[in-house]
């Protein structure tokens, strides 16, 4: 990053920082200032990690200024900011704009529809962290519906079903119901049966080629006007399965002339000839489109607010002429845009996802290249960084930019002060991406004439939690890089100073000030006799190297600071090394 890239995002930052305290009322935080500015800022992304090291001492500056102060300088850099600050209403702050209209309704009601047809990825995560945040903010009721009607297309995974009310429970939210669709299926006939009374709906043995071409010229289906009785009757076959896939639909009348051809008489059933793999629905054959199924359980289920992808505005239309047959009111509705999340070679799908995994391009789900849940979980990120991160990209029409250094930064403020430190000494690193740092190698070093046993403290703030004890032994790691020119000092870090002969190092009189004054380094270490071999496993490559002895100890998930090298999270102990996986810096 070069000094002119570094001061914009000073300048960035300060405005932003600035802005978010003096907005809350409070101390402004990295991880809300990364968000907002990585989006705005799509230049500063491929410097990751570099910019929170930029960001932090920024914010540090601005929460040590008292309100005037802040206000006035914000005022020097940044007016235009100053005055939307002042020009917002007063009244209780929230990350994400009202709902609309939530005073009509008694309770606020909303659904989370995931299909089940893997588990999820990172982006899948917006919609729970929105809802459930709405819930919390108006005492709401949150649904998880499944929606598991295309047992074909979008086959459902009988291990995601629970997999991903796990995945919301990591999030911090719990439903309040959870229904499956394919379990309502004889709700969806009785509906389709009413709205077919009602002259709402017509049975069609056209090809799709055929309707498309009679659709796109506004030209009614020949079986439009059919006799109500013969519809129920071809409706009811379809529930019984006599006909074949592609066979016969049932069709909801519209318009026929409709400005938009999407919404000219759509399809509300099908008949898919794969049996669903839950086996309380394999029987059915007669199965509803997304568009009907949602629509019924929305209404039948008291939903009042849906947020959705600005790609399914027509869904909302579609529906519409569903409700208006059966007399009902449609719920709010917010439409956002998609979510994109950097950081990541593997496309953030699911089909994408699963594909590698099969090919063996991917160890699993949990992998830490895949763009999901379970890696990032695995990696020791908490799920509220996640959900603020989330929550602070709020809900824009426009398709918004996910970094995950924003996401980082949260969950460096939730874990750091109550993680404690210990010493890595990489050693290998086998590249896995384009660009991958080569190698890392550790060189030993005999040592002579200090203690025999260092004492760093278990975290550097908190004396209370008492020191990590160390033996020295009679040689120590170095990361190669760290190798000091013969002649040279370094302090190793809770030992104390050394001096590298050429051959090892000895122990010197020196005092913290050869640190503070004379720029002695400060490396870490390890023992050479007792320490753990570890795979640190990262998103760009597994690592290799030796951690201190008493990492021996650790239990799964257990989180550290590898100091100088980042966040981990203890896996478990194999045969030959201890595996950890890699969080952030």
């Known amino acids: 990053m070069d000094e002119d890239l570094r001061e914009r995002i000073r300048r960035e930052a300060e405005a932003n920082a600035l802005f978010n305290a003096l907005k809350h009322g409070s101390d402004a ?12 800022n799509p230049e500063f992304r491929e410097h990751g990690d570099e910019v929170s090291g930029v960001v932090a001492p920024v914010v540090n500056e601005v ?3 008292d309100e005037a102060e802040k206000r006035a300088r914000l005022e020097e850099i940044a007016p235009e900011r100053l005055a939307e600050l002042d020009a917002e209403d007063e009244g209780e702050d929230h990350p994400l704009p009202d709902l609309p209209n939530v005073e ?3 309770e606020v009601r909303m659904r989370c529809a995931p299909n089940p047809n893997g588990p999820w990825h990172l982006g899948h995560a917006r919609m729970p962290a929105v809802i459930g945040t709405y819930k919390e903010r108006y005492d709401g ?32 939210f719990k439903p309040d119901e959870v229904v499956k669709a394919s379990d309502r299926m004889e709700t969806y006939y009785e509906h389709a049966r009413e709205l077919i009374g009602l002259g709402g709906a017509y049975t069609c043995s056209c090809s799709g080629e055929a309707f498309s071409e009679l659709k796109n010229d506004g030209e009614a289906c020949p079986h439009r006007e ?29 318009d026929i002339e409709h400005k938009n051809p999407a919404l000219r008489d759509f399809v509300a059933f099908r008949m898919v000839d794969t049996p669903h793999p839950r086996e309380e629905a394999a029987a059915y054959r007669c199965w509803p489109m997304l568009d009907f199924q949602s629509g019924i359980d929305d209404h039948l289920l008291g939903i009042t607010h849906i947020i959705r992808g600005i790609d399914l505005q027509d869904s909302a239309k579609r529906q519409q002429f569903v409700y208006d047959y059966f007399g009902w009111e449609y719920p709010e509705v917010v439409h956002w845009g998609h979510v994109q999340v950097d950081a990541y070679d593997v496309q953030m799908s699911t089909s994408t996802i699963k594909a590698k995994i099969e090919a063996g391009e991917l160890d699993g789900w949990d992998d830490p290249r895949a763009p999901t849940l379970k890696s990032v979980r695995r990696r020791g990120i908490r799920g509220q960084a996640i959900v603020d991160a989330m929550v602070e990209l709020g809900t824009s029409t426009s398709d918004v930019d996910l970094a995950m250094s924003s996401i980082y930064a949260n969950n460096r403020d939730l874990i750091d002060e109550e993680t404690p430190r210990a010493f890595l000494v ?4 086998a590249p896995r991406s384009e660009g991958a740092e080569a190698a890392y190698a550790a060189t030993e070093v005999p040592i002579a004439g200090g203690p025999e046993t260092a004492h760093p403290p278990v975290h550097p703030n908190h004396e209370e939690r008492g020191e990590r004890d160390i033996p020295v032994g009679d040689a120590v790691l170095v990361e190669t890089a760290d190798l000091p020119d013969e002649g040279e000092r370094v302090w190793l870090k809770g030992y104390g100073p050394v001096r590298y002969d050429g051959d090892g190092f000895a122990y010197t009189d020196d005092d913290i000030d050869a ?17 753990v071999p570890v795979r640190l496993r990262r998103t760009d490559g597994d690592v290799y190297g030796y951690a201190e002895p008493g990492y021996a100890d650790y239990d799964p998930d257990d989180l550290t600071q590898f100091v100088r090298v980042g966040f981990a999270r203890y896996d478990r102990a ?3 090394e201890t595996v950890a996986y890699y969080a952030h810096q």
């Open 515 to 531: 640190v503070r004054e004379e720029g002695v380094d400060v490396i870490h270490w390890v023992p050479a006799a007792g320490s």
């Open 29 to 40: 935080q990295v991880g809300a200032i990364l968000g907002p500015l990585m989006g705005a």
């Open 63 to 65: 929460n040590a200024l």
């Open 426 to 429: 990489r050693n290998g690193f």
């Open 574 to 576: 194999d045969e030959d």
């Open 141 to 172: 009721w949150m649904l998880v519906r499944f929606d598991d009607t295309d047992p074909e297309t979008k086959r459902p995974d009988l291990d995601a079903y629970d997999g991903i009310l796990d995945d919301i429970d990591y999030l911090g």
């Open 104 to 106: 009509d309704y008694d």
């Open 226 to 254: 059919k006799n109500p009785g013969v519809v129920r009757d071809e409706f009811e076959a379809m529930i019984d399965g006599e006909y074949e896939s592609g066979e016969m639909v049932l069709r909801v009348k519209t």
